[in-house]
């Protein structure tokens, strides 16, 4: 079984940087797709970034340029860096792995971000 633990959310100003972590333990982390989501009080979840095996990288319109998404397979872990942070940035960030081999999805506890104007 896989989980997934994020960290290095906060309060951070509005301009400001943040870069969040995931650790992965327990399945095969070559072959997954790595991504962070994120949800808003009220809100749907909305995808974020998404990192294949491979390295390709996917970004919402919303984050694309500000954010960047990483990871390091020795590890097993996936990052994503945030600047020029927004207070619509604002949310409980996600960490998900999906395993593109027995096609699940897992998710992490999630981790606080919160912009101040």
């Known amino acids: 079984q896989v989980q997934l633990v994020e960290s290095g959310g906060g309060l951070v100003q509005a301009g400001g940087s943040l870069r969040l972590s995931c650790a992965a333990s327990?399945?095969?982390?070559?072959?997954?797709?790595m991504g962070w989501y994120r949800q808003a009080p009220g809100k749907q979840r909305e995808l974020v970034a998404t990192?294949?095996?491979?390295?390709?990288?996917n970004y919402a319109d919303s984050v694309k340029g500000r954010f960047t998404i990483s990871r390091d397979n020795a590890k097993k872990a996936v990052y994503v860096q945030m600047n020029s942070l927004k207070p619509e940035d604002t949310a409980v960030y996600y960490c998900?792995?999906?395993?593109?081999?027995?096609?699940?999805?897992?998710w992490g506890q999630g981790t606080q971000v919160t912009v101040s104007a």
């Open positions: 990192i294949t095996s491979g390295g390709i990288t």
């Open positions: 327990g399945g095969i982390f070559s072959r997954t797709r």
């Open positions: 998900n792995s999906y395993d593109t081999y027995v096609e699940k999805y897992y």
